[in-house]
């Protein structure tokens, strides 16, 4: 049992991947891949938790807060970098785990990855509700509040009722984009670069026009006193990049699309680093002049860019450009996330870890079409009922411990599979490796009790399913795999 249970996959060929049927389409280069990456990064974190982070936990010190969840985002996506050369197919950190670290552990990850990319959809299309009915009301339109906010809010550590009904225009996105994803890789790709395009020219411009007009006073105290713990001072600076470390997740989801690179072992390791870098300066500008064009008490809004601009009557030219500019910058996150889950339940079924149903391509889209349905249902009912705080928190947690796993794994293949070629290495890895780890770990800890308490209820769901299923069905232990579980290259 305990052997079945830690036992490593071997085969991540393409040829592997044939067995199943028609396989997914590969058109993606490097920079498509590079603007999956950012499609993915910029969004909510930069037109919504930045506002939040600042006001709620760092105050102008957002910025170390953005700088230290940049640092452990940066040792991840090294070691992410050496792994896609490695094992270059859809699974990401489920696959990279599933080869060093045993099938109960890639179980784990690639369930908490519903976590990060399921969840962290269904917090972008809240947040996308804001920027929406801030430009209705822009244009004299009025929705009552009953159908814009979620009938549960996370106030004090707890879960209340607010009386609303749902958020329809959350949903109404999610559905929207699902069908797009529906239809194919190649058109939610194209759309995906063009919507990047947008929204990072239209950051740039809020910058640019914006800093003009900051006032330095503004910055004082930059680290506020500390009030409560997590409420500012240093504890609140961690607090933030715990926070904020939900805006970087989503370089992972170059690695998802593995499989429609036309050369993974290339592309995966550029889109990936890149599309870090460009975000990371992105959002630290941003924040930069957030915080200098208002007090920081006053961005915890559900559009705190708005609520930046409309303080300065000169930047009210700009306000239109952000409304349509943050509404498409936040549907390129829900398109690149609803994107790539599918694909990690369709690796998992390939495996034998879920029912056969979660591996059929569309004979014509070459799509996952029922993991894509399954996909924006589930994200559009979240979004539906559960604020934005709480989605955030959850998916940044489940990212977390899926980053630790791909750290730790890239060290132990140094170790037990040296003789592997690796087309990208990651430097210092005896550091760069323990370093991912640790930094992960310590973002971890700043989460609240409430938060721990409903990731363990997930994670008893997960194993649930896998000793119910999953480990039943596992083609690892099938009879008719012939060979006993080894580590990759073996």
Known sequence: MLKQLFA?????????????????????????????GIGAVIGTGIFVVTGQAAAEHAGPAVLISFILAAICSGFTALCYAEFATLIPISGSSYSY????????????????????YGISASAVAASWTGYFTSLLDHMGIHLPKALTEAPLAFTDGH??????????????IVLALTWLCYVGIRESAGLNVLMVGLKVGLIIIVVVAGYRYIDPANWHPFIPANE??????WSGIMRGAAMVFFAYIGFEATSTAAQECKNPQRDLPFGTLVS??????????????????????????????VTAIKNHPQLGWLRLIVEIGAMIGLSSVILVMIIAQPRIFMIMARDGLLPPVFNRIHP?????????????????????????????????????????????????LRYTAPQLHRGFRVPWAWFICPAGVLSCLALLGAMSWFNWLLMIIWTVVGLGIYFGYGIRHSRLHAPAAGQEPGIVGE
Do not use: Q
């Not at 785990?97 to 990060?116: K, R």
């Not at 409560?228 to 001072?233: L, Q, R, S, T």
């Open 8 to 36: 490593r996959k071997t085969d991540f060929s393409d040829a592997d991947d044939a067995k199943h049927g028609p396989t997914l389409r590969r058109t993606l280069g490097p920079w498509g891949i590079t603007a999956l």
């Open 97 to 116: 785990a599933y080869a060093t670290l045993g099938e109960l552990v890639a179980w784990f990850i690639g369930w908490n990855m519903v976590l990060e």
């Open 159 to 172: 879960l209340v009722t607010t009386g609303h009904l749902m958020n329809l225009p959350a949903v109404a």
């Open 228 to 233: 409560a713990p997590g409420k500012y001072g």
């Open 276 to 305: 870090l870098v460009i975000c990371t300066v992105l959002y630290l500008a941003m924040a930069a002049v957030l915080t200098g064009l208002i007090s920081y008490t006053e961005l915890g809004t559900s559009e705190p860019v």
């Open 364 to 412: 014509k889209h070459r799509t996952p079409h029922i993991n894509t349905v399954i996909t924006g249902i589930g994200i559009a009912i979240l979004a539906a009922v559960f604020p934005l705080d709480l989605l955030a928190d959850l998916t940044s947690m489940g990212t977390l411990i899926a980053f630790v796993a791909v750290c730790a794994g890239v060290l132990i």
